[in-house]
């Protein structure tokens, strides 16, 4: 009994450790320092702390994702959309998704997404 209880505790914690399924679609906007306001779309699928999909400014135009990850509330998520590497670092909130966008390592603006649901 004692070794299933322990498996059980160790499920719970395991299914924690990475936080709430992010699987799905998420719409929102992307703030640049430039002053630029634009649109932003990310699919996303959430296997354990690994996260895979698509990023984009609309969910007509998508760029695969190169890695993601989840670490409890902490989302991570990169793109080439071209030569350089688009980063989504974001907080996980509920519904919601924020954060800072860096393209090359430089901060160029925020995030700010919400789950569409279906």
Do not use: Y
Request: aromatic share 6%.
């Amino acid at each position: 009994m004692t070794k299933l209880r322990g498996f059980g505790l160790f499920l719970l914690l395991a299914s924690g450790a990475w936080g709430a399924d992010v699987t799905g679609k998420w719409t929102g906007s992307l703030d640049l320092n430039t002053g630029t306001h634009g649109g932003a779309c990310v699919l996303l699928k959430q296997q354990g702390g690994t996260i895979t999909g698509t990023q984009g400014p609309s969910e007509a135009k998508q760029f695969a994702l190169t890695s993601g990850r989840i670490d409890g509330g902490q989302v991570t998520i990169e793109a080439r959309p071209g030569a350089t590497v688009l980063r989504l670092t974001m907080k996980l909130e509920g519904n919601k998704l924020s954060g800072d966008v860096f393209e090359d390592d430089q901060k160029i603006g925020t995030v700010s997404l919400q789950k569409v649901d279906k």
